[in-house]
């Protein structure tokens, strides 16, 4: 008995499932960061403006640093995709380090702009929309 057809079917058919569940994971992230960027309140910056070196406060920080991470796949075939304020922390003249991420935490516990954005997005029909279209995609 030949097994060969069947053994090409099965690989075929994980890598498609893989393919399809990564792009809808990432369909998904991209859902809550749109959510999250619209509700995410605007950071005025410092009201000391010589704390930045260019004399002008930077706004929109925190919004604009809201991204996926990498696709990190677990042991067992799970995956992993965080979605948040990502960034570079920079440090300043004798003042410190400061940056979104470094005020992310406190924003989220005062207003919970991603528990927001998360809640409001119906994850599950995301996921089913993207799922479908990654294996219509990687057939």
Known sequence: MDTQPFSKLKVE???TAKAATL???RETGRRI???AQGTVPEYPGPQNKSAYVDKRVKKGLLRRSI???KVIENSGGSFLLKVGPMGP???G????ARGAVLYAQQVERMYGYMSK???STD???VYSDAISVGYAKYR
């Open 93 to 96: 003249k004798g003042k410190g």
């Open 123 to 125: 994850l599950t029909k």
């Open 117 to 119: 954005a998360v809640r």
């Open 23 to 25: 792009y809808a994971l």
């Open 33 to 35: 960061i749109e959510s």
């Open 13 to 15: 058919m994980e890598r």
């Open 67 to 69: 991204h996926n991470s």
């Open 89 to 91: 922390v920079t440090r």
